[in-house]
């Protein structure tokens, strides 16, 4: 008998009509033999509502009440999941996070899941019941309620698939699979077969939305198979496994944007050693990720200029935090929030010579200018205009073949 792990995303379960749809295909993979646990998000919309009526009541909102409340919402889904279930005719019960539990550690708002009780759910699937779990959730050892982060569904789903040692986690959407690019934006966008974990956490935290990175990089360091797929049709989706089943002909999969960056630039930084460790010391205390860091060479020996990338969300924290640093001096700073990240991704790349410069090649023939650049043995990122970022992702996307 297979043990499967079904995820239904917040469009999946965006209405009644749609969680009712949700549940036959989980009775679907109930009547044919298998045990199913099932992971639901909040319906579609219910979470950045919820962030709002926060925001209504306090611009500085505490964040253990704010889990309290955004959790809120994978538990009414749950509760219409099993409801629905039941309707069909199928043995099934809602779980609260404190129910099973499921434990977690880390800070409010950003916690990572640790461990599980499985007696109960296991004791449940045995008599043939379907669990429906809420995802994005868990409680601290402490007793308090914590949340996984924004799409910390689909991390919930895979912590279960490996702490029940499922057979397989599937994850439904309102997408088929994984595409080349946003199929919303870039209408020739092809779904891909198969990826391999690296080329998904690579593109997952390069801004694909399909899922979270958290999520991919537990699969991948757990060695289990993911499958994404539609809710709304019956297309095979993508698969998302091990290196072993990527092709490797192939230098280019996928190209990825987000538009949430900001540039922040030093200009006149003292060159010396230790000074970026005192430029980048306080955003790490303040939980600033920075992502993009290049330093140009001094030709004085005594001043250089310094550029680095973090969320456009943070970018005015870490200002404040640099000009309140008394270790480090400047002569100059500049910030450039209209900017976005575009970044190709692909296995084949380690063998594959001369990508960077059909890249760069590519981008110049559409006159685009090139403000940042970073790259990995599977990765090229470039910090470009705002303005530009559709064109730039259309031309890549043809360039290596994509379409």
């Not at 409340?69 to 538990?75: D, I, M, R, V, Y």
């Not at 402490?142 to 991390?155: H, K, Q, V, Y």
């Not at 092809?190 to 935290?205: A, N, P, V």
């Not at 969320?311 to 000009?323: E, F």
Request: hydrophobic share 40%; glycine share 6%; charged share 25%.
């Amino acid at each position: 008998m297979t043990k499967k792990v079904l995820k239904f995303g917040g469009t999946s379960v965006g209405s009644i009509q749609r969680i009712v749809h949700a549940a036959k295909i989980a009775k679907k993979e109930h009547d044919s033999g298998n045990n199913v646990i099932v992971v639901v998000s909040a319906m579609a919309g219910t979470t950045n509502n919820l962030i709002a009526h926060s925001q209504s009541v306090s611009k500085k909102f505490n964040k253990r009440e704010l889990d309290v409340l955004l959790t809120s919402g994978e538990q009414v889904t749950s509760a219409l999941m099993a409801g629905a279930l039941s309707d069909l005719g199928v043995k099934a019960k809602s779980w609260m996070n404190w129910q099973i539990p499921i434990i977690t550690e880390g800070e409010h708002t950003n916690a990572r899941i640790i461990n599980m009780n499985v007696e109960s759910i296991n004791n449940y699937l045995s008599e043939g019941g379907i669990p429906v779990i809420p995802g994005f959730q868990g409680i601290s050892k402490s007793g308090e309620i914590t949340s996984i982060g924004r799409g910390g569904s689909d991390a919930t789903a895979v912590a279960i698939a490996k702490i029940f040692e499922t057979d397989s986690c599937e994850i439904y959407t309102d997408v088929d699979g994984v595409y080349s690019s946003d199929p919303n934006k870039i209408p020739l966008a092809k779904k891909i077969d198969k990826i391999s974990y690296e080329e998904m956490l690579e593109l997952s935290s390069l801004g694909a939305k399909v899922m979270q990175s958290s999520a991919v990089q537990a699969a991948m360091m757990n060695n289990i198979p993911i499958h994404v797929k539609s809710t709304f049709t019956e297309r095979k989706g993508t698969d998302i496994n091990n290196e072993e089943n990527v092709d490797y002909n192939k230098a280019v999969t996928g190209v990825a944007y987000s538009k949430d960056d900001a540039k922040i630039t030093l200009l006149g930084v003292e060159d010396k050693p230790g000074v970026a460790a005192d430029i980048f010391e306080p955003l790490s205390k303040d939980q600033i990720n920075v992502d993009m860091v290049i330093q140009n060479i001094s030709t004085d020996g005594k001043r250089t200029d310094l550029t680095f990338t973090t969320k456009r969300q943070d970018s005015k924290n870490a200002i404040s935090l640099i000009k309140a640093n008394k270790k480090i001096k400047y002569e100059k700073m500049n910030m450039n929030d209209k900017v976005s990240k575009i970044s190709i991704v692909g296995a084949g790349m380690v063998a594959t010579p001369g990508i960077t410069y059909k890249m760069f090649r590519s981008l110049a023939e559409e006159k685009i200018n090139i403000l940042a650049i970073s790259t990995s043995e599977i990765k090229i990122s470039v910090i470009i205009d705002e303005k530009s970022t559709i064109d730039a992702v259309k031309k890549l996307h043809k360039t290596f073949n994509l379409d």
